[in-house]
């Protein structure tokens, strides 16, 4: 049975918006843990348009699950990940243009850092964990350089808009999955996943947990936390 992990980040959003004290991300988080979470994800980005420093410290000191941190592998964020040691770290791309994460690390073509930053996680008891696309060459590459997990790009199936293009890009996942299971990897997938199109993926055995934030709190604005949690629980669980 699949796990499910809750981003906060998007509660962070609408914070910043005012650049108030609330919605808090930190209150969201326990609450999506208390509905049943298994962990709980943020994104700390180098610009901090959303979540912010204080916001992980004090997640770090509150939740009772699993803090999986994103990040880009630069200097001063894997620094205060050596410091504040979250249970995993997930290695993303980022540029400060972007609205989201758009697409997988290259990690064929920077596996030095990437090795580099992954032993010194794993020095400091922190789990490292890859977002890549599913593709062989990225996968093969995250075996290579030390990482634990990967987690699966699923952004080209969510936005798939018709029948054939969502059965390519599940047989994509299902072979990505399903090598990387072979390599030794654990395996997780992430990104524009929602109420709508995740119960495809569940079918994929591989497939250990999935990562879910923006429609999660978009349905939270409109029900609660904690009957957006149980709900997407309900179909991560099959």
């Not at 980040?9 to 979470?37: C, F, I, K, N, S």
């Amino acid at each position: 049975m699949a796990r499910l992990s809750v981003n906060v980040d998007h509660v962070a959003t609408v914070r910043q918006a005012r650049r108030g004290l609330e919605p808090d991300p930190v209150a969201a988080a326990l609450l999506a843990e208390l509905a049943g979470a298994h962990g709980i994800i943020v994104h700390l980005r180098e610009d901090r348009r959303h979540i912010q420093d204080r916001d992980l410290r004090v997640l770090r000191q509150s939740i009772k699950t699993h803090l999986n941190l994103e990040m880009a592998a630069v200097e001063e964020i894997i620094g205060i990940a050596l410091e504040l040691k979250p249970d995993m770290v997930t290695l993303v791309p980022e540029r400060r243009e972007e609205l989201t994460t758009e697409g997988g690390l290259d990690v064929a073509g920077q596996l030095g850092h990437l090795k580099e930053v992954a032993s010194a996680m794993k020095r400091a008891g922190i789990r490292v964990s890859l977002f890549v696309d599913p593709e062989e060459p990225s996968i093969s590459a995250a075996a290579e350089s030390g990482a634990q997990v990967v987690e699966l790009h699923t952004g080209r199936y969510a936005e798939s808009r018709d029948a054939q293009s969502r059965l390519v890009e599940i047989r994509r996942i299902r072979e990505a999955a399903r090598l990387a299971g072979e390599l030794g990897l654990e395996v997780h997938a992430g990104h524009g996943l929602d109420y709508r199109n995740v119960s495809s993926l569940v079918e994929i055995r591989e497939i250990e947990e999935f990562s879910i934030g923006h429609s999660i709190v978009a349905r939270a604005v409109l029900v609660g936390m904690d009957r957006a949690v149980r709900e997407m629980l309900e179909l991560v669980r099959g």
